[in-house]
């Protein structure tokens, strides 16, 4: 379901959830809930109008919720309120999650405040700046012939394979990072690194940079850090795949997709 806000409504935070008045509906709070929390905010500020203009506030961590309020993780509300709200409340929280990580400078330990100019923090002792902080990932389907190459990470929940990603290092490009995280985790060799689209995530500032690459050289063999388990999959094979709208299931099922046409009747032959 696709629930939206309206411009002056509010998404508060209190340390990594967002606070709703109610789950099934959905329901987040309004601007006439505005005196139940708007005076205990630590920090506020308002999305620009192509983001729907919401507002957004830091509610005290150790604080007592207003009556009426519940916490929800980012990724379930993803679930109860669809994408338009979960990029809307990805972007919120990075501003907030930015700001509360902004309050002393990380040069001289001076108080911040906000610049006069840019979207940035300002120490008051050294002038340093600082910005709203984005880490870039690449996520990256591997395939062989039809086969697509799936692994399962440590952390993943119980039975969960996905397409392999990793944070990209200084000094390197994009295509570098895909090649490296590959040879990393599971000793193989890519080619045809082929931008795919990207994907905002807030857990807490990523930006996942999709991409297909082939097989080129070498077998699967797991690094036994990230890696537990990787293997070769076919359409008919898959195992418990990752969310339906997240960037690594988009490629994924652009992956299925292919196969499917080059199975289909029109290709008989060719
Ligand atoms: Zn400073």
């Avoid at 930015?98 to 040069?107: K, L």
């Amino acid at each position: 379901m696709d629930i939206s806000l309206m411009p002056g409504d509010w998404l508060i935070f209190q340390k990594d959830m967002v606070l709703v008045k109610s789950k099934f509906p959905l329901i987040l709070p309004k601007t006439e809930d505005t005196p139940l929390f708007a005076d205990r905010l630590l920090s506020r500020g308002e999305l620009s109008p192509a983001r729907g203009g919401y507002l957004w506030g830091e509610y005290p961590p150790e604080e007592e919720l207003p009556w009426g309020f519940e916490p929800v993780g980012l990724r379930e509300l993803w679930g109860l309120g669809g994408d338009l709200l979960f990029q809307s409340a990805g972007t919120a929280f990075q501003f907030m999650d930015w700001q509360r990580t902004s309050r002393f400078c990380s040069r001289c330990g001076g108080p911040m405040v906000p610049g006069d100019e840019d979207r940035a923090f300002a120490c008051e002792k050294c002038g340093y700046l600082s910005y709203p902080v984005i880490t870039p990932a690449v996520i990256v389907a591997v395939t062989k012939e039809e086969k697509l190459l799936l692994a399962r990470s440590f952390h993943f929940p119980k039975g969960r394979y996905s397409v392999l990603a990793g944070f990209v290092e200084p000094g390197e490009s994009l295509e570098e990072a895909v090649r490296r995280e590959i040879l990393e985790e599971v000793s193989l060799k890519v080619k045809d690194v082929t931008y795919f689209g990207s994907q905002p995530w807030p857990f807490p500032h990523s930006l996942m940079l999709g991409f297909t690459a082939r097989w080129e050289e070498g077998e699967i063999t797991p690094d036994g850090k990230e890696i537990e388990d990787a293997g070769w999959y076919t359409p008919d094979t898959l195992p418990v795949m990752p969310p339906s709208n997240s960037i690594s299931r988009q490629l994924i099922n652009s992956w299925l997709k292919g196969t499917q046409d080059l199975r289909s009747p029109k290709n008989d032959g060719q």
